[in-house]
């Protein structure tokens, strides 16, 4: 059975950056497009960015682009989301997934969802 574990997430101020991590165990990314989701309090879970099998494209949501950066290391197994310049209304439970296609919207077909990992951005 795959296990997604999402980490790196903490508490950081406003202005300020980090970096999260996401792995899998039993299933090889390579074969994928990933993605970053996020989840607010009291809100649904929306799509961050995502990425080609290749890693040749990337898309993001209006909120976070020129602030966001989503990475794949194959040989790794991993992807990453490197988030500058956080603000408090990216305060959420990041999430990663994998599907077949990375589109503008989000991944196609992507699967469970692991634990996540939460970012909590102070004002």
């Known amino acids: 059975q795959v296990q997604l574990v999402e980490s790196g997430g903490g508490l950081v101020q406003a202005g300020g950056s980090l970096r999260i991590s996401c792995s899998a165990s039993?299933?090889?990314?390579?074969?994928?497009?990933l993605g970053w989701y996020r989840r607010a309090p009291g809100n649904e879970r929306d799509f961050v960015a995502a990425?080609?099998?290749?890693?040749?494209?990337?898309y993001y949501t209006d909120s976070v682009k020129g602030r966001f950066t989503i990475s794949r290391d194959n040989a790794r197994n991993a992807v990453y989301l490197q988030m500058n310049n956080l603000k408090p209304e990216d305060t959420a439970v990041y999430y990663c997934?994998?599907?077949?296609?990375?589109?503008?919207?989000?991944?196609?077909?992507?699967?469970?969802w692991g634990q996540g990992t939460q970012v909590t951005v102070s004002s």
């Open positions: 997934n994998y599907g077949s296609v990375a589109t503008p919207k989000g991944l196609t077909n992507f699967h469970s």
């Open positions: 039993g299933r090889t990314f390579s074969n994928y497009a």
């Open positions: 990425i080609t099998r290749g890693g040749g494209n990337t």
